[in-house]
């Protein structure tokens, strides 16, 4: 009887550990880092055999989603990144910047400023009515032996990430900020700290969320408020199992 009673209560106290584990590792993220070393590259996924999309410069700040025991995180798409789509998956909508996909087979192929990739990833699978932003197009083949085609250059959709080594970044709270010298003229009326000309225009920010594009759009996503999860989607191989899987997958016969 003491034996079961022992086995019973340290079986609790592994499954609460277990939990209290999972817990705080989900609420650690996001957060933000920045790169600290020169030519700092983003790949496709969570390894160098992935092509490399987009190389970026030291002090660069990013957001942390994903991190995979081999170190890898997954972080937001900058504003420079893209992903593309086959024209043939997608159909124009009132808005000249907006395209609404069509059919069933539509993938986000992982875009790549570096040397085009003998052949392309993806990441996601996009759903029939879903609408992408459009930054461009060209002619290209996604896979050796592939039809060459006119691909749509869209914004990341949500849940699409890209890939870096923790070796390259340092977290932002061990970052050192040293405040630039300026001449401050506090203005009392109003209680302003006036710090000279300001930016005043707006940035594109490459990442878009499905929730502002699809707002009349029920795509059935089974991640609720959580627009940064990926979505269920299907594919070759599985990253990271948590709050939901990411998945990349390479030839698409479609």
Not at 83 to 102: G, W
Not at 139 to 168: C, K, M, N, V
Not at 203 to 222: C, E, H, I, P, Y
Request: glycine fraction near 8%; charge should be neutral.
């Amino acid at each position: 009887m003491n034996r079961f009673l022992i086995t019973s209560t340290l079986a609790c106290v592994i499954l609460c550990a277990a939990a209290s584990l999972a817990s705080d590792y989900e609420s650690a993220f996001p957060y933000r880092v920045q790169t600290v070393t020169v030519d700092v590259r983003l790949r496709c996924g969570p390894g160098e055999a992935f092509y490399v999309t987009e190389l970026l410069n030291r002090g660069r700040s990013l957001t942390v989603y994903r991190q995979t025991a081999s170190g890898w995180l997954a972080v937001r798409p900058t504003e420079a990144s893209f992903s593309l789509v086959a024209a043939r998956h997608a159909r124009r909508t009132e808005d000249q910047d907006v395209m609404a996909i069509v059919g069933q087979h539509a993938v986000s192929w992982v875009g790549s400023d570096d040397a085009p990739p003998d052949e392309f990833k993806w990441q996601l699978r996009l759903k029939s009515g879903e609408r992408v932003v459009v930054i461009g197009e060209e002619q290209l083949q996604t896979y050796p032996g592939g039809p060459r085609e006119l691909h749509y250059r869209i914004a990341p959709p949500a849940g699409e990430f890209r890939w870096i080594h923790e070796s390259d970044v340092r977290h932002a709270s061990q970052i050192k900020v040293i405040e630039p010298r300026v001449k401050r003229d506090i203005q009392l009326t109003d209680f302003r700290v006036v710090v000279g000309e300001l930016e005043t225009e707006p940035r594109r920010d490459g990442f878009v969320a499905r929730k502002q594009l699809n707002s009349t759009t029920s795509t059935g996503d089974a991640g609720g408020d959580d627009e940064l999860a990926p979505c269920g989607i299907t594919g070759a191989i599985v990253l990271v199992p948590v709050n939901g899987v990411a998945v990349f997958g390479g030839r698409h016969n479609v």
